[in-house]
């Protein structure tokens, strides 16, 4: 029995279309009702996470006797009302100076996380001793203890040091983000072979050289996840800013100054409260927007080659 063989291109390519077009792909397997109830739950998680968002932003152009009344509704009166609720949360509180001191507290916290926690990653990655391992395992157990544990001793040392400034606060920050920052910067450095680092020493790097020529510049994808999750959580932290830096500095972060818009015997403006919420949200809106494919690249990474 002979098998006739062909030359013809065009048969090949509708045999490899025909081959092609058996396999199923993951929405020719899915059912109509399964991906209705995808599509759902979907839109569900949408609702959950944009509504609050969408309730702040109608709010802001209220007055604060509708927010009271009809918190739920369109803001369909005089749009004047929602430039007055900026103008006079602007204003009032020190808000400017707060947008200031969080941009530079964030800023300076960030990059010091990122910077010495990838170091220490590296030095207790590379070299392994007892103490190395015990160290790393510290920063480990350090994730699972809640603040409210360390709560009271924190503000007692802080207060004891005199940190209620902007470097002091940049400190804590630092102390309290770099279990997390740690563990992913060594997850990360040892999917980096060592044959890379030797090379690199036999061409003449020494040890500083070789991590900041070297590895640093590998560890990119990691350090930018890291800086992004950790923008995110000091920008929008409030408890510790209010216990150690409190009501009464020049150094209020716009969360403490919002809080502040809650007068005595809970007499609030709100809506100049909700107009200061939508501005403090937005920076960290557009930065998570921008930035969001690098969290999923940065822990994707730190996980499978870690």
């Keep these: 029995m002979t098998i006739p063989v062909t030359n013809n291109p065009n048969a090949t390519a509708g045999a490899r279309k025909a081959v092609t077009a058996k396999k199923p792909t993951n929405q020719a397997r899915m059912s109509g009702p399964a991906k209705t109830l995808t599509y759902a739950v979907l839109i569900f998680f949408t609702v959950v996470f944009l509504g609050p968002i969408f309730f702040i932003l109608i709010n802001s152009f209220k007055s604060k006797f509708a927010i009271a009344s009809e918190p739920f509704s369109l803001p369909l009166g005089d749009i004047f009302v929602g430039l007055e609720n900026f103008a006079v949360g602007l204003m009032k509180q020190g808000f400017l100076w707060a947008i200031v001191w969080s941009f530079v507290i964030t800023i300076l916290s960030v990059a010091a996380i990122v910077f010495f926690s990838a170091m220490t990653a590296y030095y207790i990655t590379r070299v392994k001793t007892w103490w190395t391992n015990a160290l790393y395992y510290l920063f480990v157990v350090s994730m699972v203890i809640p603040f409210q544990m360390v709560m009271f001793p924190t503000v007692k040392i802080a207060d004891m040091l005199q940190l209620d400034n902007p470097i002091g606060i940049v400190v804590l920050y630092l102390g309290f983000g770099s279990g997390l920052s740690v563990f992913m910067f060594a997850g990360f450095v040892k999917s980096i072979p060592i044959e890379i680092e030797e090379a690199a020493m036999i061409d003449g790097c020494g040890p500083i050289q070789n991590y900041f020529k070297v590895v640093l510049p590998m560890l990119k994808p990691t350090a930018v996840t890291v800086a992004i999750l950790n923008a995110m959580w000091v920008w929008n932290d409030y408890l510790l800013p209010y216990l150690v830096i409190g009501l009464s ?58």
């Design 249 to 306: 500095t020049q150094y209020k972060t716009i969360p403490v100054v919002i809080q502040s818009f809650v007068g005595s015997n809970g007499n609030r403006d709100m809506g100049a409260m909700m107009a200061m919420l939508v501005l403090a949200i937005i920076p960290i809106v557009i930065f998570y927007v921008s930035t969001q494919k690098h969290i999923i690249e940065g822990v994707a990474a730190g996980a499978v080659k870690g």
